[in-house]
């Protein structure tokens, strides 16, 4: 009678397009359906007996075993995803979930697990990114995708290049973007910041020195320029050097020659400049701060990138980035944010721009101990200044006062100011007439 209901079962489990096969408390293999052959390409006689870690060669063997926490747990492990390795040793990303196995007479005696491919769903939700993102850089706002636009045109160039933007809106990002789409990707990309060292210290940075150069100089040390050899040098915060130094930059990239401190030799240098700043450098160069012949030197292209207050339908897509990163980097496994805590964040007027977004995202990591980030787990100070804003302006004026700024932003495109602010067209359109707005 057994073997008539375990044959029974096997041809149940067989039929079916999940993959299924049971384990003993060995973690032995005792049963492979049809589904789990067809997935991983080893066939139920190749893995019978064998460790089932032998034979999905999975991440989540040690960490995330679904049939270990259902041991533990005594109850049933749904919804994990997880990355196997079939015959061939190709990654495949699963779902999977388990449960124990009971004999009514000696208790628990294995577990079953089922796991299903959703490789195509993957490639679904990169192709969906993929719209909003290009390299590293994630975003939706119109004035990004323009960028993106001439992005390919622009990495392609040889052209010195300016980046303009506020501290923390990731002019970096856009820098390292544009290297590795280039032709000098396989070449070094080499960044440094003007703004955090002193003239001498930078100098000898960024044009390396002899030996006897001065005290402390014992040994040729090479600069930026030369390390940047047929690749990028990112020099960020470029309205912060000084007159003397803008002299020595200007003759480094005008004549594509260094000479290091001490040394009367020149040295050739193939390096593309990009340039970063968070001032107007044209206002500084009015004001007689900045060099004009050194500021149309860098400034062949130009880029300018919003502050994260002006683009604030990015905040949803760059919390999802952030948490990927952080489950990766951490070993936490969180899915999400709550719509109390994203309702704060879309609040927030970010001074530190992303930078600060991914700072309060990391806090809430640490904090969080539950599979969604919720208000408790944000920085006080956010909270806080959420709160005073809620009591400074009614929720109906802060929302009105919303669509209204959306609306002006795409020049009256009610589709476009809909998709920013997160809601479909018949609920802004129904909010036009509450608030009697005419745009």
């Known amino acids: 009678m057994n073997n008539k209901i375990n044959n029974l079962c096997a041809t149940i489990l067989d039929s079916i397009d999940c993959a299924v096969f049971t384990i003993d408390l060995d973690f032995k293999i005792t049963f492979f359906n049809h589904a789990a052959e067809s997935i991983t390409a080893f066939k139920k006689e190749e893995v019978l007996g064998k460790y089932c870690y032998e034979v999905l060669r999975t991440n989540a063997c040690e960490t995330n075993c679904p049939f270990r926490e259902a041991l533990k747990e005594k109850a049933k492990i749904t919804g994990r995803r997880i990355e196997i390795l079939d015959k061939y040793y190709s990654s495949i990303p699963v ?29 679904l939700k990169k192709e969906v990114i993929k719209k909003f993102q290009f390299g590293d850089i994630i975003s939706k706002n119109h004035r990004i995708l323009q960028i993106f636009d001439i992005l390919p045109d622009i990495a392609e160039s040889n052209s010195n290049l300016l980046i303009e933007g506020p501290s923390g ?27 955090a060292l ?57 004549e594509k020659t260094i000479e290091p401190l001490g040394s009367t030799k020149s040295i050739k240098v193939d390096v593309r400049i990009i340039c970063a700043t968070n001032k107007d450098l ?48 951490t070993g ?72 209204i700024k959306a609306i002006t932003q795409f020049n009256g495109n009610k589709q476009k100011a809909s998709e920013a602010l997160g809601i479909d067209r018949t609920t802004l359109w129904r909010k036009l007439k509450k608030y009697n707005i005419n745009i």
């Open 95 to 123: 779902i999977a979930g388990s449960n124990i196995i009971k004999d009514k007479n000696i208790g628990i005696i294995g577990g079953i697990i089922n796991f299903k491919d959703i490789t195509n769903i993957e490639n």
């Open 198 to 254: 002193p003239d001498t210290l930078l100098e000898s940075e960024l044009f390396g020195y002899v030996p006897g150069a001065f005290t402390d100089a014992v040994k040729r040390k090479p600069g930026r320029f030369e390390l940047a050899n047929g690749g990028t040098l990112f020099l960020d915060e470029i309205g912060d050097t000084s007159p003397t130094l803008q002299v020595k930059l200007l003759r480094a990239i005008q």
């Open 169 to 195: 809106s990731g002019k970096e990002v856009f820098a390292r973007t544009i290297h590795n789409l280039s032709r000098r990707k396989d070449h070094p990309f080499i960044a440094v910041n003007c703004g």
């Open 282 to 329: 044209l206002k500084l160069v009015q004001e007689g701060k900045f060099r004009e012949d050194l500021y149309y030197r860098i400034n062949v292209i130009k880029i300018t990138l919003p502050p994260l207050k002006e683009r604030k339908e990015d905040i949803p897509l760059l919390i999802q980035h952030f948490i990927k990163k952080f489950n990766a980097t």
């Open 332 to 403: 936490k496994n969180i899915k999400g944010i709550t719509e109390e805590a994203l309702t704060v964040l879309m609040g927030y007027s970010y001074p530190g721009n992303i930078r600060e977004l991914e700072n309060i995202i990391e806090h809430a990591f640490v904090l969080s101990r539950s599979d969604y980030i919720d208000v408790n787990h944000l920085p006080s100070e956010i909270i806080e200044t959420d709160e005073k804003d809620r009591r400074i302006l009614p929720l109906d004026e802060i929302e009105k006062n919303a669509i």
